[in-house]
């Protein structure tokens, strides 16, 4: 258990729907991380957050909108769904400096499927 | 840009035997390197890292990488495969610039089907 919980596990929903999912980062740590995986793109850096404040942005759609809470928990909203963002969406976290501040700790992901 | 390759989809390993993953990276100035596994319908599980130090770096389960500069490489190795060693494994870098945040770039990833 990497101690980064991620919910829902499996989402089933509409294309033209929105989704949101949910991430609560290891306990201290304050960046939080988004990956996209599937088939075709592999994993993907979506974006991070640290301290509550955009920090990186890697492959993310405008349809797609992240944010990270005083509490340190991050949700990804994702929108007007299409069956290609069909896929497992990872959410990780890391602590700054240190001997571990270099490891990022994947959650287990949330399974979305669009049809 | 930095980058990852892990030239091999599968690799197929008979139980006992020694196992070998490899990947290579392209980054600017020097790296972090990682590996991580993933098992079946599970998340990404942390192996090992490099950072600095010696050019082998022991890990989890038993695994070892060895971070060669002059060949941009970091193969993940095991000297006996187990049939629970079956999963899909990640390498990936980060680049030392944190002006690069500290986002990861993996590679394909590499299944490994270890044989009984």
């Known amino acids: 258990d990497s101690g980064v919980t991620q919910t829902p596990k499996h989402l089933i929903t509409a294309t033209g729907q929105r989704v949101t999912l949910r991430c609560s980062p290891r306990?201290?740590?304050?960046?939080v991380y988004w990956y996209q995986q599937s088939l075709d793109q592999g994993l993907q850096f979506l974006i991070q957050?640290?301290?509550?404040?955009?920090?990186a942005k890697g492959n993310i759609l405008e349809r797609f909108s992240a944010q990270q809470f005083p509490d340190l928990h991050s949700e990804l909203n994702l929108s007007s769904l299409e069956l290609g963002d069909s896929a497992l969406y990872f959410c990780?976290?890391?602590?700054?400096?240190?001997?571990?501040?270099?490891?990022?700790?994947f959650g287990e992901g949330s399974w979305l499927t669009v049809v | 840009a930095q980058s990852v390759a892990q030239p091999e989809d599968q690799v197929n390993v008979a139980e006992g035997n020694p196992l070998t993953v490899k990947c290579t990276y392209s980054?600017?100035?020097?790296?972090?390197l990682f590996w991580y596994v993933q098992y079946p319908n599970r998340g990404l599980q942390f192996l090992l890292k490099y950072i600095t130090g010696d050019n082998l770096v022991k890990g989890s389960y038993g695994f070892e990488a060895e971070f060669n500069k002059s060949q941009t490489s970091f193969h993940l190795k095991k000297p006996s495969a187990l049939v629970s060693d079956s999963a899909l494994y990640f390498c990936a870098v980060r680049d030392r610039d944190k002006a690069a945040g500290n986002k990861l770039t993996f590679g394909g990833g590499t299944r490994v089907l270890v044989k009984p």
């Open positions: 957050y640290y301290n509550g404040e955009e920090r």
């Open positions: 990780a976290s890391s602590v700054e400096g240190g001997a571990d501040g270099n490891t990022i700790y």
């Open positions: 306990s201290g740590d304050l960046s």
């Open positions: 980054v600017s100035g020097n790296p972090y």
